[in-house]
């Protein structure tokens, strides 16, 4: 999945476990200036683009979140081809 953090200036981007906490496995930033940081790195930016490779085992309700702003949060839910 990849996210343009360009649409979103100014609101640090964190994806979360169902618990809350940082999810940092498979996670790539790279920014405008063609720099990239890698899982834990890769979170609380806001500009340039967020990719989440998704593990094929995966599976539940993840959150997005504004680090800045905790209203601003949404769900992204994965489900595993093979339970479909």
């Known amino acids: 999945i990849a996210f343009d953090l360009d649409l979103i200036p100014g609101h640090p981007f964190e994806i979360q476990q169902p618990n809350g906490s940082p999810y940092n496995t498979g996670l790539v930033h790279v ?20 990719y989440w490779r998704i593990p094929e085992n995966t599976s539940g309700t993840f959150a997005y979140q504004c680090t800045l702003h ?15």
């Open 70 to 84: 905790p209203a601003m949060v949404g769900a992204i839910t994965i489900k595993r081809l093979s339970s479909l």
């Open 31 to 50: 920014a405008s200036n063609g720099t990239v940081s890698t899982d834990s790195a890769a979170q609380g930016k806001s500009s340039g683009t967020l």
